[in-house]
């Protein structure tokens, strides 16, 4: 997948359907006509772009997690430099990257998890600390170790913390892997890029990526909320 | 059923580094196997300092602790910890956790099979006054009550000698505190346990204690004795005052007309053998007469409590 994508058919005004020549507001027979060569590959690269960013993101942000919560000093030091990051625009971000990276996938995604760790980071180091001392306490007295603590007391009731970050994550991240386009033929924001070049903008094939984009979201986030009342079930209870 | 533990304080001291004066000042007593004993004083006195030292969340300088003549440093103190119940006033129950994983914590690090932890649960569940079906909910779903009656099972899951008691009815209302005091003392009577009970509330050390250490500022020992000898003999103004003007009438509630030596005759009023001697003074300073007839519980005439007897108690 990656390198170069499959080919994107730009409309043609002059064969294409009367909707298409037209480019009324939505030509349903466009979509079916390039599902197979244009969307779905697209939705697919897309998938992957939010996938490993979201994938190396949350593993660089757990274990900096785990080091800030075992020793406090780090922790600033660390979420500084994380929104320092942030701050940084994403196109500004690419810019800076690509004379080390060039126009890749690499470059694409460590601006991609760079994002994430800023939003996982804090989030897995809320969701540790949220422990009430009553409940260090009782698991200290009872003679847990740190580790048993850790593992049984701290990480169990990070869940909720953890996975709600992970969902401003994925949305964030699918939304700005749109802009990957700019330097990748890749991902729901190439159709996108192409159409807006044309000096009429196929208003078609801007609306069903965008509209699978928001889909693919909406998808993502609607799976994280089931696996936190699967793994969570104690928090829903809580909060009733 | 392991057996209670003597666990004795010798002369242990404890300084806080940048604090002037001593947190715990050569603090030394013996609380028998099986007691029952409370410390109280006030803020300041080093009262839950010393609790913490048992089972090592609070290192000490100098001295020791020993439990049934074992230094409680011959242990690590997870070790330690495992074989002691500890119970604190914000019960610090595991929330994602069901009240059967709840009091399931310390079996479980110990290693015991699954059905003789279950076996355990519901046991625990039925002694501290709780549903069978509610081993299955989480601790969100009770009451502060509830809660510490869970806090009480999961102390005394892995049947400890020894358990540490910090402030457990301090955030409870009046009524549920007593009730949780009455059903705490006669699972004392039931189960052979030493028990270490923390508390600022003199009225809740009287009534649960049979052993009293009061503890001053700079954690010194004011006085380590009975209840009843607390309130007849103070050591001293500290404790005196401490105690409370009332002294007497505390003592009075802490005997019973069946323990009393009733004279014969006839009183003008009835009253229960288990009826406070306190209880029964004020019943008959309200009733304006100085002679009550005591039965017991099948209304069997026992004698007659007056009112000049009371005196003779104290």
């Known amino acids: 997948m990656r390198g170069s994508g499959p080919p994107v058919v730009i409309p043609n005004f002059g064969q294409g359907s009367a909707c298409v020549r037209g480019d009324h507001t939505f ?84 601006a991609l998890v760079s994002y994430t760790l800023v939003i996982l980071f804090p989030n897995i180091v809320a969701g540790l600390q949220s422990v009430p001392p009553d409940v260090l306490e009782a698991a200290r007295g009872m003679g847990l170790t740190r580790l048993q603590t850790l593992l049984r007391v701290e990480l169990p009731l990070a869940v909720p913390a953890i996975i709600g970050g992970l969902r401003i994550a994925v949305v964030s991240t699918i939304s700005i892997a749109t802009i990957a386009a700019f330097l990748l033929p890749d991902g729901l924001g190439y159709p996108i890029f192409l159409a807006l070049k044309d000096p009429t903008p196929f208003k078609t094939e801007i609306y069903s990526a965008g509209f699978l984009a928001v889909a693919l979201a909406l998808v993502c986030d609607a799976t994280l909320l089931v696996l936190r009342r699967t793994l969570a079930p104690w928090a829903k209870r809580r909060l009733a | ?112 099979p699954k059905d003789k932890i279950r076996r ?73 346990k030493t028990v270490i009970f923390v508390t600022h509330d003199i009225e809740e050390a009287i009534r649960m204690g049979d052993r009293i250490a009061i503890l001053r500022q700079g954690g010194v020992l004011a006085q380590y004795s009975t209840p009843d000898e607390l309130l007849a003999h103070p050591a001293d103004d500290f404790v005196a005052e401490f105690v409370g003007g009332d002294r007497a009438l505390r003592r009075l509630a802490l005997r019973r007309l069946s323990d009393v030596k009733l004279s014969p005759g006839i009183g003008q009023a009835k009253a229960a053998a288990s009826t406070t001697v306190r209880n029964a003074v004020s019943l008959m300073l309200e009733l304006k007469v100085d002679a009550l007839t005591v039965v017991d519980d099948a209304g069997q005439e026992l004698g007659v409590f007056n009112l000049r007897d009371a005196e003779s108690l104290l």
């Open chain 2, 1 to 112: 059923m392991s057996a209670a533990a003597e666990i004795v304080f010798d002369n242990v001291t404890k300084r806080y580094a940048g604090r002037g004066g001593d947190a715990l000042h050569e603090l030394s007593f013996t609380i028998p196997a099986g007691a029952f004993c409370v410390l109280v004083g006030p803020s300041g006195g080093g009262k839950t300092t010393a609790l913490k030292m048992v089972n090592r969340l609070i290192p000490f300088d100098s001295g020791d602790i020993r439990i049934d003549g074992r230094s409680v440093r011959d242990l690590s103190p997870v070790e330690l910890r495992r074989g002691i119940g500890y119970v604190i006033q914000q019960v610090g129950l595991f929330p994602h956790m069901t009240v059967g994983e709840n009091i399931a914590t310390v079996p479980r690090l110990l290693g015991w």
């Open chain 1, 27 to 110: 030509c349903w027979g466009w979509v079916h006509d390039h599902w197979n060569d244009t969307l779905s590959p697209a939705l697919v690269q897309h998938i992957e772009l939010t996938a490993i960013a979201v994938g190396i993101g949350f593993a660089l942000a757990f274990a900096l997690a785990l080091a800030a919560h075992r020793n406090r000093r780090v922790e600033h030091p660390i979420g500084i430099v994380a929104a320092l990051l942030y701050t940084i625009p994403s196109l500004a971000l690419f810019q800076i990257l690509v004379p080390f990276t060039g126009l890749t996938w690499t470059t694409v995604e460590i």
């Open chain 2, 120 to 192: 355990r649960i519901h046991e625990l569940l039925e002694l501290v006054g709780l549903e069978a079906a509610d081993e299955k909910r989480y601790p969100a779903e009770f009451s502060g009550g509830q809660r510490q009656r869970v806090g009480l099972a999961r102390a005394l899951a892995a049947d400890p000698p020894l358990l540490l008691m910090d402030e457990p009815f301090g955030a409870l209302d009046p009524i549920t505190r007593f009730r949780l005091q009455t059903e705490l003392k006669r699972l004392h009577d039931e189960v052979e």
